[in-house]
């Protein structure tokens, strides 16, 4: 038996750490074992809706200690993504603060004349109105960008509609697919890797979702965990064309990997 060398882990937040606000089994001691043994992290999410501040704050309320500047969002490598592309241009908006403030500080301006994109994030109160105001700007000639392109997250209440069906939904009404910047588009991987100075080949992915963290893991090179605390059950991986390299059932069962930095193959 082989092992493998784990040195930097990039973690999906949602289904793997917390679902809603509560910590899930294991994850805190997770996040202490990389901070103890020095590994280099960073944990990627999906969710535009808040800012890296607001999201460590929620994550230490839940028990987990994460710096601000240890979270990568949708919504961050969105705002870089349209600065680098159109730099000082303008968007109009449908999402949370963590979308507005991440092109505000990118040198954007928000407006509903004009914009240079239409940028599709998440939130929990979609409007028909403004639904409708992004597709007529796209009709107009606005370029159409989302966040990310999840069709559906967990809650307390069951699985409800994400940015990807609003995402369709605004398709079938212009004909215009959008670019997603999220999770699995390369940009996230890429940006990730840059920020830790990582390399591919010693680095791990834990996911919950087989359409966009392990596919986007596996496309990247990275060594793939699958954890059963979110949206894939274990009897839907063998429907994927792809495998993550491991299955377990929770975050709280890569402590000792964590520790030791070395997985068995």
Known sequence: MTTHQIDTWLTDMDGVLVHEQRALPGAAE?????????RKFLVLTNNPMYTPRDLSARLRLSGIDIPEDHIWTSALATAQFVSQTIPGGSAYVIGEAGLTTALHEAGYILSDRNPDYVILGETRNYSFEAITTAVRLILNGARFISTNPDNAG???????????AVAALIT??????PYFIGKPNPIMFRTALNRLGAHSATTAMIGDRMDTDIIAGVEAGLHTFLTLTGVTAKDQVEAFPYRPSHVVDSIGDLISIAQSGEVEE
């Open 154 to 164: 967990p809650s307390d209440q069951g699985i409800l509609p994400s940015t990807g």
């Open 30 to 38: 997770f996040i202490q074992a990389l901070r103890d043994n020095d």
């Open 172 to 177: 079938n009404a212009t004909g215009r697919e």
